[in-house]
């Protein structure tokens, strides 16, 4: 039995997000149906992590076992070939037994994007949160360093099922910055992991602080142990971006 790792990048605008659901379409659930068929039998893959529905990735990393012998480069062609236009498999390669993207991710990277200018034009509508209205950019980029660093993100996480396990929020940020690329404000985080709308919500409060709605204190209070402000504003799905999954050199080589 083969454990296959692939890198996938998807448009996320017309899925239910990454994991499989009743009756809706998501990125995980097409993969699976394609690789079945491949396979001749049931294939499960797992995902270095849950992007939300609307969400896109650039290079999302999934693993899977398979018993066909086909060859890597075939195995991509095929799968691009049955696979809709909107995900592309972009890598394959052999993976340790052992190996999984979730588990053995040392860092994520995403990115958001903000359209400033006046009118969106038709073709970015599905790739950016169209934001024409007053931000003072200087404000938002201080309080986004603010998030650097380990902290307790559970004023930034929605509610997940998974809460009931107890399991913790903390979560280290290496960098969180915007930069300007001509009409778009670009935010980009790396950083150990991500909860449940962590970034959308990270976002939507960066905003208040642009609209002057928030300063550092009310962003320092969010990442007190134990805050209980609610999370959000959530900015829209559309403008999020999955850029890379990180691992180790020894699993990097693999």
């Not at 659930?29 to 001749?40: H, K, N, Q, T, Y």
């Not at 398979?66 to 075939?74: D, H, V």
């Not at 913790?168 to 960098?175: H, L």
Request: hydrophobic share 40%; glycine share 8%.
């Amino acid at each position: 039995m083969r454990r296959i790792r692939i890198t996938v990048s998807y448009d996320g605008t017309d899925y239910h997000g990454w994991q499989v659901q009743p009756g809706v379409a998501t990125i995980q659930r097409v993969l699976e149906d394609v690789l079945s068929e491949i396979e001749g039998d049931v294939v499960h893959v797992d995902g270095s992590g849950r992007t939300d529905a609307g969400v896109h990735a650039l290079a999302q990393v999934a693993a899977f076992r398979l018993t066909n012998p086909i060859p890597l480069p075939n195995l991509k062609k095929a799968m691009n070939r049955l696979l809709p236009r909107d995900i592309r498999v972009l890598e394959t390669a052999e993976a340790h037994e052992s190996f999984h993207p979730r588990y053995d991710a040392i860092a994520k990277t995403y990115e958001y994007r903000l359209l400033r200018a006046e009118i969106c034009p038709p073709f970015d509508r599905r790739y950016v949160y169209h934001y024409p209205y007053p931000l003072d950019e200087a404000r938002m980029i201080e309080a986004a360093r603010l998030l650097e660093g380990e902290h307790d993100f559970s004023a930034f996480a929605a509610a997940d099922p998974v809460d009931n396990l107890g399991r913790s929020k903390v979560r280290r940020i290496f960098s969180s910055g915007f930069t300007r690329e001509e009409d778009r404000l670009i935010y980009r985080v790396r950083g150990s992991g991500f909860l449940k709308h962590m970034v959308r919500n990270i976002v939507g409060v960066l905003l208040e602080a642009g609209k002057g709605n928030l300063g550092p204190a009310g962003i320092a209070v969010r990442l007190n142990p134990g805050c209980k402000i609610p999370a959000g504003p959530s900015a829209p799905a559309r403008g999020l971006f999955l850029v890379s999954v990180e691992y180790g050199e020894q699993v990097a080589r693999v």
